[in-house]
C-alpha cells in the first residue's frame, strides 16, 4: 500500500481487488490467471485483469459492467472475513486520532478479534511502529492473520495467542486499545505497559462495562476519562428526493479514552 | 512525533504539551524556562516542566495540581488557532479511512482553512507521502501554516496560496479531500488528478452543496458515491447517575465519497 | 374508549383486544364466541375471554400464555393495515401537540392514506371536534374506514374522497395537517381554511419537499415557521448488559410546523 | 380552548397571547386594557389587542411588527414557569400515545414538578377525565396551578400535595405518569391503582434509574416492558443552503413504558 511504483498504478497478479458492481454489489477478490468470480450479474475472469490499471471496468459473461478499485484501508476492513461483531470505520478514525495513533508509534491491542481494528492500527503505524495484539481464542487469530495477510500488513503486527490478563510483555508504549468484554481486568496492566501520557481507547458495547471500566480508570493513574457514541447515517443523495436511509445502525458500542499520567487523579494537597 | 526516544519520554524545551486540569481547562501551551501560563487556578510555570517525564503533575502558584500530556494529533486538532468552523475529528477520523490515506499517499487538500484536516493527514502520510493543500486567501494560510508548525509537521505539507479552480498542478495522486463552498467547481480538476481507484471526499455544511457535488461526480468519471453524516455524542459517566451530556453538536456537514473510474460511471453496452 | 364503565374493565363480545405474547408477538384480534387466533405458539380460543378483565392471561392450546390488554391508540396505530408507510407515533405525538389539536377541535387532514394519523386525531377531538380528513384514492379510504372503524373512533372523523387541490370545503378550521407527496400546491388552500393564528404540519419524507413548502409558507400568510426531525432510538435494558438496539429507524420524514396569521409575514413598514 | 365560539377567533380582556416576533422573540403574555409589555425591539400595547382576531399585527412604539396568536398546549408547555427541567413536547407527544391518554380518562401522575406534562394530560383528558397529580413541593404546586390557571385547564387537574409513596388513593385509573427521582418506589403503587391492561410511563434522565425501575416493573404484575430514548432535530430551512441546526439537545431523559397485568409476567406453568 506503498505510493506510485508501478504496482500502485496497474493490477498485479495475486493482488487483491474491490470488485464494484453497485452500492449493494461490491467484492473483495483475488486477481489471478485463469480465476472466475461467480455473481448473480453472471461470471467475471479475474485474471483478465492483470496487467490493466486501477480503476478498468470489465463485463461478466452476462455484459454487465463491473468496476476493479484498488482496496483502501476501508475496504479492508468492511470486508474482512468476520464470524463477529467487527468494529466500524465510524468508530476506528476516530479511536485513531484518539490515540495519537501515527507513524512510528508502537501499539498494544488487547483483543484481536477477526482484525479489523488491527489493520487499521497497522496500517496506521507503518514504517516503523508495531502493533502488538493479544488474543485468547486461537480461532480469532488465525482468521485475523488472514484478513492481516490479505491487507499485505502482516509485517507491522506480532499476534500474541495469550490472555493478556496474564500480564503484558510490553512497556512504554503509546497507544492501548481494549476490545474484550471484561475490559476493567486490563487496566491495571494497560497503565503499566503505557508510557507517561500515552493513551487507552476502551470499546464497549454496554452501558454497564462503560460504567465498571470507567470507574478502574478513575482509581488508577489515568487523566481525561472521556466516553463517546458515534452515530452514523447515511443520505439518499437523488435528485429532487434527497433523504436519509430508511434503517441505520443504531448502536456498535461506547468509545472510553483515557490518558496515563504518573499519580493518580484524584486532587491531593501539593 | 515518532516514538520512543529520549524526546518521547522526556519534556524538552521549545516543546509544546498539553496542559490538563479537568475536563474544561485543558490547553496547547509551549514550554520554555522563565515562561509562565495564567489560568483561572492560578500561575503554572512552564519552564519547570523541562526534562521531566510527560503525564507528570505540576502545581499552580495556588496549589492546584495539573498534569503535562503529550499532544496527540486529536489534541493538536481541538487546538488549533481557527478563525472559522474546523472539521472535527468524528469527520476526520471517518475521511482518512474513507480516503485510504497512510504512509507515503500523495493527498491533495483544496481548501486548507485553519489546517485541522491537513494536519490529520500529514499525520497521516508520514514518512514518504506528502499533502499538498489549495487555499486561496492568505491570512488562512498562515493560520494553517502555525498550526501544521506547531504540530512539527510542516515537512509534510506543500502549501499552495492559490486557487485550486485554476488547475491542479500533481497528477497520479492517491487522494483527494475538498472542503470549499462551491465543490462542484474542482470535481473534473479532481477526476484530473487521481489516479485510477482513488478516492475522494467532500465536506459540505449544507444539503444543497452535496446535492450539487453528487451530480457533478455522477456526470464524471467516479463510481461508489456515498455521503453520510456523523453525529458524535458525549456520555456522562458518573457512579449511579450515567446519562449523555444535555448539549451534543447536532451538525458539522455531511461527507461525500467516491472513487475515481477511468470510465463514465453511467451503464452503456459493451 | 370512554372510562370506567363495565365495558373498561370486561372484554365484551365483538370488541378488539390486545393480544399480547412477548415483545415481538403483539396482535390486534377481535374477540368472539367461537374465534379461535393461530400463532407459532398454538391456537388461543378468542372467545374464552368474553366477560374477563382486561389484563387477563389465557393459554393456547400448547401452554403457551398470553396476555388481552385493552387496545390504546398507540397500538391502533401500530397495528393499523397498512399498505403503505404510516406515520409513527413519535412524529404524531409531537404533531398533535405543536398542532395544538384537544378536545372540541376541528382539523382538516389532506391525505388520509391509512388513517394511522387520523385516529390520533379523532381520538383527540373527541367529543365535540371533528376531522375532515381528505383522499382521492378510493381503496385508502376503504383501508382507513376500517382502522378508523375497529378504534371505534368513526363518529369522529368525515371522509371526503375528493381531491384537496380542487379546494377545501371547511373554513375556520383550528388545525390542518398534511401529508401528500406535493403538499405545496395546497398551502394556499390551508391558508384560506384556517383561522387566525391556526396551525399547520406538513409530514414530509424528503428535504426537497420541505424545501419547496417552506417557500410555500413564507410567501403566504404565515410565520413561526419550523422544521424538525424526530429520531426514536430503542434501550435494551437488561441487568448488567444494558444497550441501544443495534438497528433502528433511520428516518421517516420531517415535520414542518406554521402558524396562520393574517397578514403576509415579510416585513412592512407600519 | 374550545373551538368556534365567538372567543375563539376574538382576543377578549384577560386572555394570553403568545406574542410572536421571530424564531428567537415568543412571548406569552396576557391581554389587558392599559398594560404593556416591552421588549428589545420596543413596547407592545397589549390593551390594543382587545376585540381584534388572533392572528393579527400589532406594531410596537418602535415601528416592529409583532403578530397576537392563540397559545397551543405547545406553546403553553414551552412557556411554562419552570425552575426546573421540564419535560419536552418530542417525549411528552409520544408518552400521551403509549398511555393512551385521551377524552375521558383518569390519570394519576406522580411527581407534578412545574407542570408541564400535567398540562398536555388535562388538556387531553377533557371533558370528562380527571388528572391526580402528586407532588410534595409546595413550592411545585404553587408553580403548577399558576401554568394550569394561564392554560384554562384547572378543571382537569386534582392536585395532591402528598407524598405518593405513602400510597395512592385512586383506584382503576387507565394510566399512571411517573417523574420523580426513584420512581421504582411507586411501582407497587402504581400498580395497585391502575386498571387491568393500564398504562404506565417512567421518565428517568439517568440509566441507572432506568435499569432499577425496569426490574421493579419486571418483578411486578406488568408487561410489554420497554424504553426508548427520543431525539429531535430542528432543520433550518433556507434556500439553497439547508441544513440541521449546529447545536441541539442530546438529551432530556429515556421513557419507559410498561402495561399492566393481571399475573406476574414471568412464565409459571398453566
Redesign the interface.
Known amino acids: ?4 511504483g508501478n504496482g ?2 496497474v493490477i498485479e497478479e495475486g493482488k487483491y481487488v474491490l470488485l ?1 458492481l453497485d ?1 449493494r454489489g ?1 467484492w473483495l477478490v483475488k486477481v489471478s490467471k485463469g480465476r472466475e468470480f461467480h455473481t448473480h450479474k453472471g461470471v467475471v475472469s479475474l485474471g483478465d485483469l492483470v496487467g490493466r ?5 470489465i ?1 461478466s459473461n452476462l ?1 454487465e ?1 463491473f ?4 482496496p ?4 479492508l ?1 468492511m470486508k474482512a472475513e468476520r464470524p463477529t461483531q467487527i468494529m466500524y ?2 468508530d ?9 495513533v ?5 501499539v498494544v491491542e488487547i483483543g484481536t478479534g477477526s482484525g479489523s481494528l488491527t489493520m ?1 492500527l497497522a ?2 503505524v ?4 508495531m502493533v502488538f495484539t493479544y488474543e485468547t481464542r486461537k480461532e480469532f487469530v488465525e482468521i485475523a492473520k488472514r484478513n492481516l495477510s490479505k491487507a499485505g500488513l502482516l509485517d507491522y503486527v506480532t499476534f500474541k495467542e495469550a490472555d493478556a490478563k496474564a500480564g503484558l510483555e510490553e512497556r ?1 508504549v ?1 497507544a492501548v486499545a481494549v476490545d474484550i468484554g471484561d475490559p476493567w481486568e486490563v487496566v491495571p496492566l494497560a497503565e503499566e505497559a503505557l ?5 487507552i481507547a476502551i470499546f464497549c ?4 462495562q ?2 465498571r471500566v ?2 478502574s480508570l478513575a482509581e488508577g ?1 489515568f ?15 437523488r ?14 458500542g ?1 468509545l ?1 479514552f483515557a ?5 493518580r487523579g484524584l ?4
Chains 1, 2, 3, 4 share one sequence.
Open positions: 500500500m506503498g505510493s506510485m500502485d498504478k464494484y452500492q461490491k490499471p486501477y480503476g478498468c471496468s463485463f455484459g459492467r468496476f476493479a478499485l484498488k483502501t484501508i476501508y475496504d476492513i470505520p465510524k476506528i478514525g476516530l479511536e485513531l486520532l484518539r490515540l495519537g501515527g507513524p512510528g508509534k508502537r487499521a496500517n496506521a507503518r514504517p516503523g511502529g512504554d503509546d508510557v507517561g501520557g500515552g493513551c458495547p454496554t452501558i454497564n462503560v460504567e470507567v470507574a493513574r487523566a481525561d476519562i472521556e466516553t463517546y457514541e458515534c452515530l452514523l447515517r447515511e443520505i439518499l443523495v435528485p429532487g428526493k434527497t433523504r436519509p436511509a430508511t434503517r441505520m445502525i443504531g448502536h456498535t461506547y472510553t490518558r496515563r499520567i504518573l499519580e486532587p491531593d494537597p501539593p
